[in-house]
């Protein structure tokens, strides 16, 4: 129950138990075929351009800001946690000029303060993390793209800790480019990070006056492993079994359906707080309607050892909770309501563990 891995469901451990297929025979194809469909409706896309990179988020956000980006060329990063931080240094290796634009951990950036940074520096691209998992922020898209294109930037969105527990729209917020991460709501292990890219940024891919800086991450050359451009080369070796897992996946997600996710997270989002606040745990989030319902930031009160509170949750009812990070280290827990593990049951396991570790550390009366 902490920001991921979360436990993944039994099914799509199943699937990645099954015989290995050459990676590159036509009966693999449909496999990569179908993951595609199913990544269209996680995204609420009708874009071709989707895959899987063989790598955790870490690997789609580099395949991002190395195929969107030319040496030379501007991105303002919307840095508002470990995730923002991140990418900087990411653009920064790729001769990208970076232009950090800080939030205060816990807050997210107004469309006024977004456009007013669009203006000044005219980035090629503008990052922006949906949900970040190191300060349990949630950062409002809609309008965003728009906004982007109308001052010539593309925007790119990082959803590794929020697609499928929260809604998102690519095509309808206008977003350019999303890579997300297997191993939070999707249910499966961590080892893809699925990807998305609109027309407009795979024109500017297209147009590349210089190759991608990675070869491995190089989506001139995976995009035609996937069938982007009508034909299949061999790239890299797919990851046979990981694609498997996450075909298994995307089934789920279809079977649920992503308005069921959405209001089912949302719904044990709520649960859970009125569980906490029950005991007198403080949202580290000020702004509801900031919140991020998938990682959830609990501010460790005065006086209370939130490393024992975890060894002691983990040791008395086998529930893995996290603390901060970034920002956020030794200031709160972290708490993942995701995928397989969001169920009611779940959550009421979190409670105990707050309670009866409260208790134990002397800070919770009866
Ligand atoms: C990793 O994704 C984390 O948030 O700890």
Redesign the pocket.
């Not at 896309?45 to 955790?56: D, K, Q, R």
């Not at 790729?94 to 807050?107: S, T, W, Y």
């Not at 965003?144 to 929020?162: K, M, R």
């Not at 027309?199 to 069938?227: F, H, Q």
């Given at each position: 129950m902490?920001?991921?891995p979360a436990n993944a469901n039994p099914r799509v451990l199943a699937a990645q138990a099954m015989p290995l297929l050459g990676h590159m025979h036509p009966p693999f194809f449909k496999i990569m075929d179908e993951i595609q469909a199913g990544l269209r409706y996680v995204f609420q896309t009708s874009s071709e351009y989707t895959c899987l990179i063989s790598g955790t988020?870490h690997a789609g956000m580099e395949a991002c800001i190395t195929n969107l980006l030319e040496p030379g060329e501007t991105i303002v990063i919307g840095d508002k946690g470990?995730w923002g931080a991140r990418a900087a240094d990411m653009a920064g290796r790729f001769g990208v000029n970076v232009v950090d634009l800080k939030k205060e951990a816990g807050k997210t950036f107004t469309i006024a303060e977004l456009e007013a940074a669009l203006k000044e520096h005219k980035p090629a691209v503008l990052f922006l993390c949906q949900g970040d998992?190191?300060t349990g922020v949630h950062q409002n898209l809609a309008g965003l793209g728009e906004l982007c294109h109308a001052h010539g930037a593309l925007l790119l969105v990082d959803t590794?800790?929020s697609l499928g527990g929260v809604p998102f729209f690519a095509d309808a917020w206008g977003i350019d480019a999303m890579y997300s991460?297997s191993q939070?709501v999707l249910g499966a292990p961590p080892g893809a990070a699925p990807l998305f890219f609109s027309e407009r940024a795979l024109k500017k891919l297209r147009e590349r006056k210089t190759k991608p800086m990675s070869y491995n991450w190089d989506l001139n050359l995976i995009g035609d492993y996937w069938g982007w451009f009508g034909s299949r080369s061999y790239h890299h070796t797919g990851m046979v079994s990981m694609w498997y897992a996450m075909r298994e996946a995307l089934q789920i997600m279809g079977e649920v359906g992503l308005e069921g996710m959405w209001a089912r997270h949302k719904r044990l989002h709520e649960d859970m707080w009125k569980g906490l606040t029950a005991m007198g745990l403080e949202p580290f989030v000020a702004n509801p309607a900031d919140r991020l319902v998938t990682?959830n930031t609990i501010k460790v009160p005065e006086g209370v050892d939130w490393l024992a509170l975890n060894k002691f949750a983990m040791d008395t009812y086998n529930v893995e909770l996290?603390g901060g990070?970034g920002p956020t280290l030794g200031r709160v827990w972290?708490v993942g309501i995701m995928g397989y593990n969001a169920t009611p049951a779940n959550v009421e396991l979190v409670l105990t563990s707050f309670r009866e570790g409260l208790k134990a550390q002397g800070k919770l009366k009866a």
């Amino acid at each position: 129950m902490g920001p991921g891995p979360a436990n993944a469901n039994p099914r799509v451990l199943a699937a990645q138990a099954m015989p290995l297929l050459g990676h590159m025979h036509p009966p693999f194809f449909k496999i990569m075929d179908e993951i595609q469909a199913g990544l269209r409706y996680v995204f609420q896309t009708s874009s071709e351009y989707t895959c899987l990179i063989s790598g955790t988020g870490h690997a789609g956000m580099e395949a991002c800001i190395t195929n969107l980006l030319e040496p030379g060329e501007t991105i303002v990063i919307g840095d508002k946690g470990i995730w923002g931080a991140r990418a900087a240094d990411m653009a920064g290796r790729f001769g990208v000029n970076v232009v950090d634009l800080k939030k205060e951990a816990g807050k997210t950036f107004t469309i006024a303060e977004l456009e007013a940074a669009l203006k000044e520096h005219k980035p090629a691209v503008l990052f922006l993390c949906q949900g970040d998992s190191s300060t349990g922020v949630h950062q409002n898209l809609a309008g965003l793209g728009e906004l982007c294109h109308a001052h010539g930037a593309l925007l790119l969105v990082d959803t590794v800790c929020s697609l499928g527990g929260v809604p998102f729209f690519a095509d309808a917020w206008g977003i350019d480019a999303m890579y997300s991460g297997s191993q939070k709501v999707l249910g499966a292990p961590p080892g893809a990070a699925p990807l998305f890219f609109s027309e407009r940024a795979l024109k500017k891919l297209r147009e590349r006056k210089t190759k991608p800086m990675s070869y491995n991450w190089d989506l001139n050359l995976i995009g035609d492993y996937w069938g982007w451009f009508g034909s299949r080369s061999y790239h890299h070796t797919g990851m046979v079994s990981m694609w498997y897992a996450m075909r298994e996946a995307l089934q789920i997600m279809g079977e649920v359906g992503l308005e069921g996710m959405w209001a089912r997270h949302k719904r044990l989002h709520e649960d859970m707080w009125k569980g906490l606040t029950a005991m007198g745990l403080e949202p580290f989030v000020a702004n509801p309607a900031d919140r991020l319902v998938t990682v959830n930031t609990i501010k460790v009160p005065e006086g209370v050892d939130w490393l024992a509170l975890n060894k002691f949750a983990m040791d008395t009812y086998n529930v893995e909770l996290a603390g901060g990070l970034g920002p956020t280290l030794g200031r709160v827990w972290r708490v993942g309501i995701m995928g397989y593990n969001a169920t009611p049951a779940n959550v009421e396991l979190v409670l105990t563990s707050f309670r009866e570790g409260l208790k134990a550390q002397g800070k919770l009366k009866a």
